[in-house]
């Protein structure tokens, strides 16, 4: 099955590995890829202003949780970056990984560790819960096009994310 956008051309990977990835983990609230550098930006929104010092103990949290898992795998990661904007009511904290050594298994434990840690706060689109095979189908077609995205050289920078239960896609 080939997948169309609205203008009818197709999908191609990048484009497809994005929409997959908010679809399958409604705590996603967008998502970049930035074919130049070979990363992808994750983006999670906590329902509260979140302080510095509290933002440092989550930012060791999470890092130890990435590290653990990939020194398990044997692989050595290059980069992973977490930035955060706070506003009055609401932060924004950005994840930001190398497309080379990022696995499926990598980002269901990092969204995992967001929910965990953040709990009630975390927003998240739960307006579609996916039933287990579903998820597992999730996850197989992100691998896929997680793989082909590492071989490919893309030169759109892409943005996407939920809009009233729709994922966006936005060539930057």
């Not at 509260?48 to 990939?70: G, P, S």
């Not at 992973?80 to 980002?107: S, Y």
């Not at 009630?120 to 287990?132: A, P, Q, R, W």
Request: aromatic share 8%; hydrophobic share 40%.
């Amino acid at each position: 099955m080939q997948a169309r956008l609205k203008g009818g051309e197709d999908v191609n990977d990048s484009v497809g590995l994005l929409i997959s990835i908010l679809v399958r983990y409604p705590e996603v609230a967008a998502i970049n890829f930035d074919p130049e550098e070979h990363l992808l930006k994750f983006n999670f929104i906590c329902s509260r202003a979140v302080d510095e010092e509290e933002m440092q103990q989550f930012e060791i949290h999470v890092l130890d949780h990435i590290r653990a898992f990939n020194y398990l795998e044997k692989k050595e990661v290059p980069l992973v970056e977490i930035t955060h904007q706070a506003f009055d009511d609401l932060t924004v904290i950005e994840i930001k990984r190398d497309v080379e050594t990022l696995a499926q298994d990598e980002i269901n434990l990092v969204v995992e560790v967001f929910y965990q840690y953040w709990e009630k706060d975390l927003i998240s689109d739960l307006g579609d819960n996916l039933i287990e095979e579903e998820l597992v189908v999730q996850d197989e077609i992100i691998e896929h096009m997680l793989e082909s995205v590492k071989d490919s050289v893309g030169n759109k920078k892409l943005y996407a994310f939920r809009e009233e239960g729709r994922v966006l896609v936005f060539n930057k």
